[in-house]
């Protein structure tokens, strides 16, 4: 019988600690209920990969796990992404992918799933892709839920779950692709880090003041959600990474007593990726997308890391 394996891993949302994570500030981040599936089949005929403009980092990723999992081979296969993630928007994909794709091969070549393991090759895959990314979205795509995370060194990340007792209704709004990779955001920033060190600094430990705030408004305490949210889109704004066109969708979402922020890198020249969205009342934020023909949609926070998926 051939063999065949389906493997999930979900998206993320950063709700604080973007781009500060880098330099050893601490993140919250979400995974939530939009998913990407790799599929791996045994065939007779060299490796077939779909969809076809994914081969390059599929390649890529292949070629790192057999060297990290010291196996040859493997180029008679057959690999199918499938991903309800929109790409390059800050949602995490290619974290996805890397961790999918990492615990698919598990699965494969019937390898205890190690989560530790699994978060270690994915983040290797994405180094591929971003250069030198902090291990925060392929961390929360692997084990799930809320993340509290940090980067201590390279060699050295510590993330803990955490357990929330509330958490509002909150959206995103896909302000579109970003003309800049996620590698060039982080490289742009530090730039900035390097150039004016001292009010980086400042902006970065403000950021690790919000993300302490964030953890205490999920623990219960009667923090203004909608306060926190903004605060951290200035700090964001301050370092270089949302362009004035998503500047001004923000503050016509503030004009009508919303908040909102960027999720993830970010973008200056146009766009700046997933934003998120919260009003206390919701029906009014549907009503401004509406009328914006923008595109809104809701997301299920705290999902559940990679997963088996039927064939």
Known sequence: MTRKVKVSAPGK????????????????????????????????????????????????????????????????????????????????????????????????????????????????????????????????????????????????????????????????????????????????VKDFVLKTPQEAEKIFKEMEQITRNFLRFLSGEELNFGDLITINERLLEQLGVVSSKTKLLIQKIESISGSAKISGAGGLKDNSGIVIVYHEDPKVIEKFAHEGNLDLFRVKLGERGFKNEKC
């Open 13 to 188: 949302v950063i709700l604080s600690g973007e781009h500060a994570v880098v330099y050893g500030y601490p993140e919250i981040l979400s995974a939530i209920d939009r998913r990407l599936s790799v599929e791996i089949e045994e065939t007779g005929s060299d490796l077939d990969i779909q969809p076809i403009e994914s081969r390059p980092f599929v390649e890529y990723a292949v070629e790192v796990i057999k060297t990290k999992l010291n196996v040859s081979g493997l180029n008679n296969l057959k690999i199918r992404t499938n991903s309800q993630i929109p790409l390059g928007c800050g949602l995490g994909s290619s974290a996805a992918f890397s961790v999918a794709i990492t615990a698919a091969f598990f699965g494969f070549l019937n390898l205890p799933r190690s989560l530790k393991k699994i978060n270690e090759i994915a983040y290797e895959i994405e180094k591929k892709q971003h250069g030198t990314p902090s291990g925060g979205d392929n961390t929360i795509s692997a084990y799930g839920g809320f993340l509290l995370y940090r980067k201590e060194t390279e060699s050295f990340k510590v993330f803990s779950s955490l357990k929330t007792k509330v958490f509002p209704q909150i959206f995103l709004i896909n302000s579109g692709k970003p003309e800049e990779s996620t590698g060039e955001m982080i490289k742009g």
